[in-house]
């Protein structure tokens, strides 16, 4: 699944809040890059400037593949994420589309 939520205010439309996640059971079968390729040609249609995202500072795959489409590091959530009982900080990204 692949998901990107504009803004509704005025002031913030030019940005789009991204999400994408594939089951485990398709790991390492270039589905996210599959996936990633095609947003990337619908992005550039669409009036959005901004994608921004927030992964697992841990999650060093998903970070790779951020950095292959041109994500770039902002900052760090702290303990965004909560699984299992364990507080897991999250890395801040963008996109800067057409830029």
């Known amino acids: 699944m692949l998901s990107i939520q504009g803004e509704q205010q005025p002031r913030l439309k ?3 809040h991204f999400a994408i996640t594939v089951k ?3 790991w390492q079968m270039s ?3 599959a996936m990633m390729e095609e ?3 619908m992005i550039h249609r669409s009036p ?3 994608l921004d995202l927030e992964v697992r500072r841990d999650n060093f795959p998903a970070i790779a593949l951020y950095k ?3 994500f770039q590091e902002i900052g760090t959530y702290p303990q965004m994420f ?3 009982g364990t507080y ?3 890395l801040l990204m963008n996109l800067y589309i057409n830029q």
């Open 39 to 41: 947003m990337m040609e």
């Open 31 to 33: 589905i996210a890059t």
């Open 88 to 90: 897991y900080d999250a």
């Open 14 to 16: 030019h940005i789009g």
């Open 48 to 50: 959005l400037q901004i």
């Open 68 to 70: 292959k489409f041109h």
């Open 82 to 84: 909560y699984v299992n």
């Open 24 to 26: 485990k059971a398709y």
